[in-house]
């Protein structure tokens, strides 16, 4: 194969991958509006997983070729890994901070694995808050413990040099860390065929706002004051796959009594030994219980609640996948 052709397959590849991307939002972020009926949510929530399945398997393909291309060895993605969920919850991040409760879990462990949660206090002028980042490198080997280390220092860079700035734009921060961490991977040899799908927020409890963004994560779910449950919709391609594309995040409304849950892969595609997937709607259902018991229960709660549930589910079976979870909840400024 001539290096045009690898080119352009290269490019047929990452434009499916957008193109699947697009899809997903398209058909969540529909299944998400009011008056519609049970047949009707259902028949675009299935759509909407068909895409995500299609994505994933781009995916698989976009990396297998970078690898095959390059002379590298095809990773065994399809071997999964195996531990058991503990009965007690160890959090790696279990924290009340003013106006903020952060907790989080990682299993079975962040240093040697694809999954990693990191946090960083911002006091940089205008730039005010708690920066929390849930990510997931494509793979299970040892080579994504070093991406995790490459991740972590372009992040703890970053972070240190930020620039107090009189009228910051909406969500710049983690805009500006998405593409900083996109550009540096897409630079060197080393990060090819390396991609990942992550999370990252920002809490400003002195203004009420949450800015975030996503690349190929489930979209994470908010409770509001209220009771409702929402989807924060929004995922876009992951990074590492274009070095070309600009990320963008959110700003939306964080208020007192809200909380936020947000999750890898690991914890919705796991299987039981029926061969039946965990799934979403399965958490929602927790959530919604947890919640409605509890409003002000700390996060670690909901995060107990869904694993106790997963492993009923589980019984005697194992996950097959890392999992991760980040929950947060506004509190009042004291």
Excluded: W
Aim: proline fraction near 4%; charge should be negative; aromatic fraction near 10%.
């Amino acid at each position: 194969m001539d290096k045009q052709d690898a080119e352009l397959i290269k490019k047929i590849l990452r434009e499916s991958i957008r193109l699947e991307t697009n899809s997903f939002e398209y058909y969540h972020h529909y299944s998400q509006q009011d008056g519609l009926t049970p047949l009707v949510q259902s028949l675009l929530r299935r759509l909407a997983e068909e895409e995500r399945a299609h994505r994933f398997a781009f995916v698989q393909e976009y990396r297998a070729f970078l690898n095959s291309s390059a002379g590298k060895k095809s990773e065994k993605d399809a071997e999964h890994m195996n531990f058991t969920l503990p009965k007690t919850v160890e959090f790696c991040l279990n924290k009340t901070l003013p106006g903020v409760e952060v907790a989080a879990v990682s299993f079975p462990g962040r240093f040697f694995g694809g999954d990693n949660i990191m946090h960083y206090t911002i006091n940089k002028g205008v730039y005010q808050g708690e920066l929390v980042l849930l990510y997931d490198v494509m793979g299970h080997d040892f080579h994504t413990t070093a991406v995790n280390s490459f991740v972590s220092e372009i992040t703890g860079r970053y972070v240190e040099g930020i620039v107090p700035a009189p009228r910051p734009l909406a969500g710049s921060v983690v805009s500006g860390l998405f593409n900083r961490i996109n550009k540096e991977m897409n630079a060197g040899n080393e990060m090819e065929a390396v991609f990942l799908t992550a999370l990252f927020f920002l809490i400003n409890p002195a203004s009420n706002t949450l800015s975030f963004a996503n690349s190929g994560h489930d979209h994470p779910l908010i409770f509001c004051a209220d009771g409702k449950l929402r989807s924060l919709s929004g995922s876009q391609l992951l990074i590492g796959i274009d070095s070309d594309i600009e990320f963008t995040a959110r700003d939306i409304d964080f208020n007192p009594g809200e909380s936020v849950f947000a999750y890898s892969d690991g914890l919705v595609e796991t299987k039981n030994a029926r061969g039946e997937m965990y799934g979403r709607d399965r958490v929602i259902d927790i959530l919604r219980k947890v919640f409605s018991d509890n409003p002000k229960a700390h996060p670690s709660y909901f995060i107990e609640q869904s694993l106790r549930g997963l492993g009923r589910f589980l019984g005697t079976h194992k996950p097959q996948d890392e999992i991760s979870i980040v929950a947060l909840r506004r509190r009042d400024v004291k």
